[in-house]
């Protein structure tokens, strides 16, 4: 597609379980990024990811959050043992490659919002 | 820790009048700032971008202004219109590092 695609849209999941998030980011962009945004709060950097290797992981909350990139393309942000403060709208982003600049800006998805009961 | 602070989460503004988002950074190594726009159920978007190394940059409506002494810029809008109606964000990340710091948004309301 012509723009960065996110699945599930919505995903209502129960405390404990295990879920799983996918970025299917612009073809041809080889910076992908994860943030996570809280109810009135600002976009929260998770992760970011050139070409299969992700260079910072500091953003991730805590060890039940992992991410993986394969091929230079899709991404998948999995979230071990859910907890209800991981409910968020998580949002990934793409770029041509991962430095910041002119005509390298960042096209985002419209999010998986993650309800976790 | 909070780098980038959007202090207003609201703003309401008659349509042909200006419209000034402001934002403030702790961090004086940050190389770049953008200002991205989003629609409720949609991805942020682009909107415009400055460097450090400059103090204005504009783009049809669109003029951001950076006071790297203050630690501050600004997104003025002008005229705004009743479709620029949408929550604004401001980004600042340093190269090399690549890790983009959001403030936590500012919702403009444009009233016709």
């Known amino acids: 597609g012509a723009g960065v695609s996110q699945s599930p849209s919505n995903k209502v999941t129960e405390k404990g379980k295990d879920v799983e998030l996918r970025c299917d980011p612009i073809?041809?962009?080889?910076?992908l990024y994860w943030y996570r945004q809280s109810l009135g709060q600002g976009l929260e950097f998770l992760i970011y990811?050139?070409?299969?290797?992700?260079?910072?992981k500091s953003g991730l909350p805590s060890d039940r959050f992992s991410a993986e990139r394969t091929g230079g393309s899709v991404s998948t942000l999995t979230i071990q043992r859910t907890q209800q403060e991981d409910s968020a709208v998580y949002l990934c982003?793409?770029?041509?490659?991962?430095?910041?600049?002119?005509?390298?800006?960042?096209?985002f998805g419209p999010g998986t919002r993650l309800t976790v009961l | 820790d909070q780098q980038v602070k959007q202090n207003s989460p609201s703003l309401s503004v008659q349509e042909g009048r200006i419209s000034i988002l402001n934002c403030d950074y702790t961090?004086?190594?940050?190389?770049?700032f953008l200002w991205y726009k989003k629609y409720p159920a949609e991805g942020p978007t682009f909107l415009i971008s400055i460097s450090s190394i400059k103090d204005k940059n504009e783009d049809g409506r669109f003029t951001v202004f950076l006071n790297k002494s203050a630690k501050h810029l600004s997104l003025h809008i002008v005229p705004s219109q009743p479709g620029d109606s949408a929550v604004y964000f401001c980004?600042?990340?340093?190269?090399?590092?690549?890790?983009?710091?959001f403030g936590s948004g500012t919702k403009l309301n444009v009233k016709p």
């Open positions: 073809s041809g962009h080889t910076a």
């Open positions: 982003a793409s770029s041509l490659h991962s430095a910041p600049g002119d005509g390298n800006e960042q096209f």
């Open positions: 961090n004086s190594m940050f190389d770049y």
């Open positions: 990811f050139q070409g299969n290797s992700a260079p910072d």
């Open positions: 980004a600042a990340v340093r190269y090399n590092f690549n890790k983009f710091y």
